[in-house]
């Protein structure tokens, strides 16, 4: 192996340093063997897991799993073709946690003022819920409810509920 030599003349400083030959990488391209494959409850478990946390939300629960993994299952349905059903999935819990909400305020109190409290906290209350909910599903409302007629984002369906 050659050595690195250095020498001065006249004042200037020479240094000699030997070629290094550089060797390519040999890169092979990546062979895909097919789509990769679901498995066959994968969408009833992950289902399960966004049903967990809808209800957490609407019981003002922790829940187990955090919110980029839930946002990370809502966006694995919308690629695989599965927001249709997540949508009315979600449409219906929320339906039915909202009638409760709604069912518990009746006959709570004779007053007028009190009563209306009441009903205002139910609505801040759901606007929070919605608003969690609409995170998690951030993904779902940009695509699937932008490009299908007649679909409300979540916030507009949440409000309709309530209504």
């Not at 050595?3 to 030997?18: F, R």
């Not at 399960?48 to 809502?74: N, R």
Request: with cysteine; charged share 20%; proline share 4%.
């Amino acid at each position: 192996m050659d050595q690195v030599k250095t020498s001065i003349e006249n004042g200037v400083l020479t240094v000699t340093v030997p070629k290094v030959e550089v060797k390519k990488p040999d890169v092979k391209p990546i062979q895909i063997t097919g789509k990769p494959t679901l498995s066959t409850n994968f969408e009833e478990v992950t289902w399960a897991k966004l049903k967990s946390a809808i209800c957490a939300i609407f019981l003002k629960q922790p829940d187990s799993c955090d919110l980029e993994k839930l946002y990370q299952a809502v966006s694995d349905l919308c690629i695989y073709k599965m927001a249709g059903n997540l949508y009315q999935r979600i449409e219906m819990e929320c339906e039915a946690h909202i009638s409760t909400a709604l069912q518990s305020l009746v006959g709570q109190s004779p007053y007028l003022v009190v009563f209306l409290s009441l009903v205002e906290r139910c609505w801040q209350d759901l606007c929070d819920q919605i608003l969690m909910i609409q995170g998690i599903s951030l993904y779902l409302d940009r695509t699937y409810v932008k490009q299908t007629a007649n679909v409300r984002s979540l916030w507009d369906m949440g409000l309709q509920l309530f209504h």
